[in-house]
T-cell receptor, first 113, second 113 residues
Framework: DAGVIQSPRHEVTEMGQEVTLRCKPI?????LFWYRQTMMRGLELLIY????????DSGMPEDRFSAKMPNASFSTLKIQPSEPRDSAVYFC???????????FGSGTRLTVV | DQQVKQNSPSLSVQEGRISILNCDYT??????FLWYKKYPAEGPTFLIS?????DKNEDGRFTVFLNKSAKHLSLHIVPSQPGDSAVYFC????????????FGTGTRLKVLA
């Protein structure tokens, strides 16, 4: 089991550009989560999917952020246009159930200059 | 509105001594709690959890205590080892039928050799 796979690991982009972050959950996990980590707010939930359907996107900061899960093995988080305040580490996580929590990916460190 | 708070951003402990990491929450509807550990450049990994019907859960060197009346939980690491140096996140689950967790801002633990 390769775990949750995120790409790219690092992304540096200029303000105003479109950024797409990618995630492959663990096979068989039916819930997927996108989190953002910042010093001030810790780990914030942006959006989560259950069986590929968005369930709660109340954490998405604004319309510049969008997320999709076209199938059970792939999800994207897109920021368009990007701004310097979007700079953070973005994590994807998946879970099949139980009380042992999510499995997180290694994250994408996004820097918007 | 931070429903899960970790008020100590950092903690330093001597090797072999006890590390105590604290977490406070505001929502009485949380039904279980988790601790995650995060090393640099890696995603958070699950460490230990506790149901709201219990007041203690132990796993090797790690023990989590829950005080529901005070809305407080703590993670004890005994004895502390240099490899325990990491950022520790407290997370809480709402009784909602979903796997949505709310995380605190994290505490950076440094165990000094």
């Amino acid at each position: 089991d390769a775990g949750v796979i995120q790409s790219p690991r690092h992304e540096v982009t200029e303000m105003g550009q479109e950024v797409t972050l990618r995630c492959k959950p663990i096979s068989g996990h039916n819930s997927l989560f996108w989190y953002r980590q910042t010093m001030m707010r810790g780990l914030e939930l942006l959006i989560y999917f259950n069986n590929n359907v968005p369930i709660d996107d109340s954490g998405m900061p604004e319309d510049r952020f969008s997320a999709k899960m076209p199938n059970a093995s792939f999800s994207t988080l897109k920021i368009q246009p990007s701004e310097p305040r979007d700079s953070a580490v973005y994590f994807c996580a998946s879970i099949i159930g139980g009380v042992n929590g999510y499995t997180f990916g290694s994250g994408t460190r996004l820097t918007v200059v | 509105d931070q429903q899960v708070k970790q008020n100590s951003p950092s903690l330093s402990v001597q090797e072999g001594r006890i590390s105590i990491l604290n977490c406070d929450y505001t929502n009485s509807m949380f039904d279980y709690f988790l601790w995650y550990k995060k090393y640099p450049a890696e995603g958070p990994t699950f460490l230990i959890s506790i149901s709201s019907i219990k007041d203690k859960n132990e796993d090797g060197r790690f023990t989590v205590f829950l005080n529901k009346s005070a809305k407080h939980l703590s993670l004890h690491i005994v004895p502390s080892q240099p490899g325990d140096s990491a950022v520790y996140f407290c997370a809480a689950h709402l009784t909602s039928g979903t796997y949505k967790y709310i995380f605190g801002t994290g505490t950076r633990l440094k165990v000094l050799a």
